[in-house]
């Protein structure tokens, strides 16, 4: 199974990427977005504050009176011209030796530069003769705000290995079921194609053997020819029990009706009534209940109890007895049991737990040559879960076997729902 488990290597690592892309693009559009909203509002309050700051400095420019100008914060530093010439200054630890470059722009600008490592905001305004430059110093708002960047980004880091650990895991739980059905596919391939292999073998050496006599005549080969098709009703059988077990494991559409069993039980007599009377078995129907109105599936319903009836000719001999049974369950109120027993065989108690799975066949039924697939019972299984019914097995090696059937019964009240 080299080849499944490279689909699912490969189809786990694709899931991972593409959950690891989408999340990956999450946080980048997340990180991305705070980063520059920060920056943003950080600026924001510098350049508000700058403003303030030069409302502050222009409503001491009129004060004729030689005065030191006042600042809001201490730390800023202002430059004031008149006419291009230096009029007043704040001394700094910055500019004192040379001025900042000044920007003679006629509408007001907030700009970023750098010098000598720190970094600034400045205001540059002309207000008629004067031209105002406030300066601020921002290296602790530059580095608050790379703090949060590096902090986001090892949040992002660290946060997409965990997605990573965690997607890993549920990626792995999500393909379980599927691995599971891809399993059980294979192996029911597997099964089957062993089950199939037995007849085609035995009637390809029967062919070859007729071959290989040319001479006879079709009288002298007989029994080869009649062994072959045998082989080859097997294998029709087989085919077509297949198709219908994998019909039944799908999607299946219920025809859900009420309908009286007695109708179904007589049917079943008229099909079965002959072949009884040509194997010398025994065969009745006993209806211990009043009422035997049940809503199901009623086609189904009949396949069902027609494998194990089946199964009860194929698994007696001749002068054993078939009893078909409806009566009222002794555990379960409301509830019909219909029970197939019959006097045959038996199956063994270690068997028992088998026999609805799927080509299961008894040893002793295997080596009696007794026609089977093995099928027909995983197949009743499959359908008593579709249409919502509890079957079940009860059975004495060499004695007897009974296979039944348990159903809700349907109100009496109802049956003038009956379709007809
Ligand atoms: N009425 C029965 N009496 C004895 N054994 C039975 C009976 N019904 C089923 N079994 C056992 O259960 C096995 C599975 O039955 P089934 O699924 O119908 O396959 P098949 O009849 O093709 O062998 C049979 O091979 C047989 O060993
Ligand atoms: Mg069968």
């Keep these: ?42 600026y924001n309050n510098i350049d508000r504050e700058l403003g303030r700051e030069f409302k502050y400095i222009l409503s001491q420019l009129g004060n004729e009176r ?9 730390k800023d530093m202002v430059y004031i011209y008149e006419n291009d010439r230096i009029k007043y200054y704040t001394e700094n630890d910055y500019f004192d030796k040379l001025l900042p470059e000044k920007n003679f722009e006629d509408k007001q600008v907030f700009t970023k530069f750098i010098e000598k490592g720190h970094v600034f905001r400045e205001l540059n305004i002309n207000v008629s003769d004067y031209h105002i430059q406030i300066i601020r110093n921002i290296d602790s708002e530059i580095f608050s705000v790379s703090k949060l960047i590096s902090i986001l980004l090892f949040i992002g880091i660290v946060s997409l290995i965990f997605i990573y650990i965690i997607s890993l895991y549920l990626t792995k739980k999500a393909l379980i079921p599927i691995e599971t059905a891809w399993k ?12 199939l292999r037995t007849p085609i073998t035995i009637v390809s ?4 053997l007729l071959l290989k006599s040319p ?15 045998k082989e080859t009703r097997r294998l029709k059988k087989m085919v077509n029990d297949l198709l219908s077990l994998t019909k039944e494991d799908g999607i299946v559409q219920l025809n859900k009706e009420i309908f009286n069993l007695k109708d179904i039980l007589d049917e079943i007599q008229e099909d079965y009534f002959d072949i009884a009377e040509y194997q010398e078995k025994e ?12 809503y199901n599936d009623k086609s189904k319903f009949k396949q069902i109890l027609r494998i194990f009836i089946d199964n009860a000719f194929k698994y007696t001999n001749s002068g054993d007895s078939i009893n078909i049974k409806i009566e009222d369950d002794k555990n379960l109120e409301n509830t019909l049991k219909i029970s197939v027993n019959d006097t045959g065989i038996g199956i063994l108690s270690e068997d028992i737990p088998n026999i609805f799975d799927r080509f299961f066949r008894s040893d002793n039924v295997r080596s009696k040559d007794i026609d089977g697939s093995g099928i027909g019972l995983s197949i009743a299984d499959i359908m008593s879960k579709n249409i919502g019914v509890d079957i079940g097995v009860e059975s004495e090696y060499k004695k007897g076997s009974s296979f039944f059937i348990k159903v809700k019964k349907e109100d009496l009240k109802n049956k003038n729902k009956i379709k007809k």
Excluded: R, W
């Design 66 to 74: 030689y005065e030191p100008i006042k600042l809001l914060d201490p």
């Design 283 to 294: 065969f009745s129907c006993k209806i211990l209940s009043k009422n035997t109105y049940i």
């Design 184 to 195: 059980n596919q294979a192996k029911f391939i597997q099964d089957a194609s062993h089950e």
């Design 1 to 42: 199974m080299k080849i499944n488990k490279d689909v699912f290597v490969k189809t786990k690592k694709k899931l991972l990427k593409m959950n690891m892309i989408v999340v990956m693009c999450f946080l980048g559009i997340l990180l991305t977005f705070t980063m520059f909203y920060f920056s943003y509002i950080t």
């Design 205 to 208: 050496s029967k062919l070859e």
């Design 215 to 229: 001479e006879n005549t079709i009288e002298d080969e007989a029994e080869t020819i009649a062994i072959a098709m």
